[in-house]
């Protein structure tokens, strides 16, 4: 029988005045020390479960526009540096 790497990682998100914005936790298989797979696999998750049109019937598509603007562009800055920490102001 094969046995699951499954590991648990939980985090937060917080602003420039530490209040909280989001919490979470995820669960799942993880082949790496410290679950950066697990994390980006969550990412592509939490993505794909984005359902465009709601932002459109709600007239938000700006926020929709800005969300994935600074998706895009963190995900630029990841991808230039070996080691990023940080995020896109």
Partial sequence: M?????????????????????????????????YDDLKLKAVIALIN???QQNFETAGKMDVFNDY?????E??????KHSRFQGEII
Avoid: A, Q, Y
């Fill in 74 to 79: 963190t995900l630029s800055e990841v991808k």
């Fill in 49 to 51: 479960s984005v359902d």
């Fill in 2 to 34: 094969e046995e699951l790497n499954e590991k648990k990682h939980s985090f937060n998100m917080e602003d420039n005045t530490g209040r909280l914005i989001v919490k979470g936790e995820i669960i799942g298989e993880s082949e790496l020390e410290f």
């Fill in 68 to 72: 994935m603007r600074e998706i895009e």
